[in-house]
């Protein structure tokens, strides 16, 4: 089985270059990857997510609205029946991981965390049950 992954930036945060990192990391363990491109909303996030079929969903935050969108992300999957987990990459102060996990974040992966880490992780929460 393919673990199929959708990346995002949600917002208005323009720094792709680390998003396009992970993706490539992604693909290259072997996972499908879909990117959704910059300047996305947690609805279209939610939708395309959805449409396809993916097993996980990671998001890329730089600009510190983490605590604003990732949980809006949450919300619009939830809201359409999709229990698919949602990760964070990025800049995230440690002092809001527990807000993070709080409004149903599945992992965050901040500054520093290794390809293996993060693949790692990402199949551990995708195959765990629920």
Known sequence: MSIRVLVA???L???DRGIKVVARLLRDAG??????G?????ETVALAAIQEDVDAVGLSMLS???????????????ARGSDIPVVVGGIVPSNDLADMREAGVAAVFGPGA????IVAQ?????TSPS
């Not at 996972?31 to 959704?36: A, F, K, L, Q, S």
């Not at 910059?38 to 947690?42: A, R, S, Y």
């Open 9 to 11: 930036k949600v917002g």
């Open 13 to 15: 945060d323009g720094h």
């Open 31 to 36: 996972m499908e990857v879909i990117y959704t």
């Open 38 to 42: 910059l300047f996305q909303t947690p």
């Open 64 to 78: 510190g609205a983490h605590l604003t969108l990732a949980p809006l992300v949450v919300q619009a999957l939830r």
């Open 114 to 117: 290794s390809a293996e880490e």
């Open 122 to 126: 990402i199949r551990l929460i995708v």
